[in-house]
């Protein structure tokens, strides 16, 4: 049995008031002006893109900025490249395996992996549905856009993966990205043929200039079998020339490529407009707010009009040549 002077001693110390360090005990200097925490929404011009867990979301009230900078790749898209299989042989697996600077980044690289939260995804849904920024009001210059990668995957036209760069360059392209049903529905509230019918008649009038892709990223192997049963389904929504537009990417992926083009949530839709250099020149998430519809389709409509480049450094527009020094001004 306890003795009371050990309890009596137990429970001043659990009822005593904690006492500040040190430190924090310590006045500010005189004439410092106090410390003010901005308060950091998402990214918008800022030299990083920010998660939405990095700015104080603990209000109810929380505003995402637009997008004040293009995003993506500064090196142009090649087929071959994010595919996510590995093409080294036995002996370079042997000589890599004793590479202590790659046994050095793969740590890094797992160590972010594991110190990302299993539900984080899903609770940074609770603010404005997982909408990480805004969508650009204007589409971006030619000269500053950045490009978007190439992505490897199955179509619902083949079995055999294939690149999605080949498909995209050439053409003005409406690119939606999603891996969950959820992002797939606010990709709709942009692209869908009942929310958005004046896209689906542009597309129609113009199909020779621009077109609409897909991109369901599944890295799931149980559900992308589950959505391999269901593919006679998709191809029945769509109609047969644009079951090679419709990629689902198993592999590939990162967590670099996801940051650089803005995939900040992964429940969440993303659709962009890229041009026929695979430039991203507009992009969205989340679902559609005010506005953002109409600035997709100006931006669509504009660079689809400005004509596009030919090998010999010009553009044609309505049978007409202009200068290629007019077309990067667009």
Request: net charge positive.
């Amino acid at each position: 049995m306890l003795k009371p002077s050990f309890l009596l001693a137990f429970r001043s110390l659990a009822l005593e008031t904690p006492r500040p360090c040190i430190r924090c005990a310590i006045p500010p200097h005189r004439g410092a002006a106090p410390r003010v925490v901005p308060n950091l929404r998402l990214f918008s011009t800022q030299p990083r893109l920010q998660r939405p867990e990095e700015s104080s979301q603990d209000d109810d009230g929380f505003v995402p900025r637009a997008l004040g900078r293009p995003i993506g790749f500064h090196d142009p898209p090649r087929p071959g490249e994010n595919t996510g299989y590995d093409g080294r042989g036995f002996w370079q697996r042997k000589k890599d395996f004793t590479d202590y600077d790659r046994h050095v980044r793969r740590r890094k690289q797992l160590a972010a992996r594991i110190s990302k939260p299993y539900f984080r995804d899903f609770t940074m849904t609770k603010y404005r549905e997982g909408k990480s920024f805004l969508a650009n009001p204007m589409i971006f210059k030619r000269s500053a856009a950045l490009y978007f990668p190439n992505l490897h995957g199955r179509t619902l036209a083949s079995s055999s993966p294939t690149d999605t760069t080949p498909v995209l360059k050439g053409k003005v392209s409406i690119v939606s990205v999603w891996s969950s049903l959820w992002g797939e529905n606010q990709v709709k509230t942009f692209t869908g043929l009942e929310e958005n019918p004046e896209l689906q008649e542009f597309l129609r009038k113009n199909k020779d200039r621009a077109q609409r892709v897909e991109v369901h990223i599944e890295e799931n192997y149980a559900k992308a079998w589950l959505v391999s049963l269901f593919q006679g389904r998709l191809r029945k929504q769509r109609a047969e020339e644009d079951w090679g537009k419709y990629f689902i990417v198993k592999k590939g992926i990162n967590e670099s490529i996801r940051e650089t083009i803005g995939i900040l949530n992964g429940r969440v839709g993303y659709v962009y407009l890229l041009d026929e250099e695979c430039k991203i020149r507009w992009a969205a998430s989340g679902n559609a707010e005010e506005g953002e519809p109409e600035s997709m389709m100006k931006g669509l409509q504009k660079l689809v009009h400005s004509g596009s480049v030919l090998e010999g450094g010009a553009s044609k527009v309505d049978g007409k040549v202009k200068s290629a020094a007019a077309t990067a001004a667009v």
